[in-house]
């Protein structure tokens, strides 16, 4: 069984930083595309930024200079650094990921999410 737990959501300031980390866990041979995903009240899921196993990243504009997506292949972790943060950034964040099994199957999973408050 393969989990996703996010850390570092919380409240900060518009103009402020956070720092998002995402740890895969489980029986896992090898972690893929890993991503963040956002969803804010009454709004439907939306890509944030994803990372590819190599380090080749997409952003999604909203967020371009400002969030940066990396991660850590030998601790099947990936991070998400948002900076200059403003009050529509507010939503939770969800980490997703492919992951391959020491089984061998590779299945997509979803982490539980992590508020992010962006306000004053």
């Known amino acids: 069984q393969v989990q996703l737990v996010e850390s570092g959501g919380g409240l900060v300031q518009p103009g402020g930083s956070l720092r998002l980390s995402c740890a895969a866990s489980?029986?896992?041979?090898?972690?893929?595309?890993m991503g963040w995903y956002r969803q804010a009240p009454g709004k439907q899921r939306e890509l944030v930024a994803d990372?590819?196993?190599?380090?080749?990243?997409n952003y999604a504009d909203s967020v371009k200079g400002r969030f940066t997506i990396s991660r850590d292949n030998a601790k099947n972790t990936v991070f998400l650094q948002m900076n200059s943060l403003k009050p529509e950034d507010t939503a939770v964040y969800y980490c997703?990921?492919?992951?391959?099994?020491?089984?061998?199957?590779?299945?997509?999973?979803w982490g539980q999410g992590t508020q992010v408050t962006v306000s004053s």
């Open positions: 997703n990921a492919d992951v391959r099994s020491v089984v061998g199957s590779t299945k997509n999973y």
């Open positions: 489980g029986s896992i041979f090898a972690t893929y595309a």
């Open positions: 990372i590819t196993r190599g380090g080749s990243t």
